[in-house]
Every structure is written in C-alpha cells, then in structure tokens.
C-alpha cells in the first residue's frame, strides 16, 4: 500500500514538471523580465511542487484503540 502511495506521488510529480515546462515553452515570457515565466528550470520546479501539493495525503489517520 505504501508503493502505491510513492508512485502517486512520484507520478504526480512527473506530471506536473512537465505541465510547468509545457507552460515555460507554449506561454512563457519571451523578454526575460517574467522571473519566473522565463527560466524552464523555475516553472518546472514550481509544476513538481504543485503536483506533490495535489497528490499528498492530507487525511488524519484514526489512531488505534488500544486494549486496557
């Protein structure tokens, strides 16, 4: 169950690096003075945030009763 919930995060990862750089390459600022817009290596590094952002676990987990 924990690989699962590795290669999520690494999926979703991937995922979102290549929407950062798919943004630097079809959208980014062409003059330069977008700081982050015109470095590829910003805009994929902010797309791999955002997709462990959105595939990490938030939920609390119930802690066990334990038998007194």
Not at 28 to 54: E, F, I, K, Q, R
Request: glycine content about 14%; overall charge positive; hydrophobic content about 40%.
């Amino acid at each position: 169950m924990k690989q699962l919930k590795w290669k999520k995060l690494l999926i979703l990862m991937f995922l979102g690096g290549a929407a950062g750089f798919a943004y630097y390459y079809f959208v980014g600022c062409v003059s330069g003075s977008c700081p982050l817009t015109s470095n590829p290596y910003l805009m994929t590094g902010y797309g791999m945030g955002a997709g462990l952002v959105l595939g990490w676990d938030f939920k609390k987990k119930p802690k066990k009763e334990q038998d007194a």
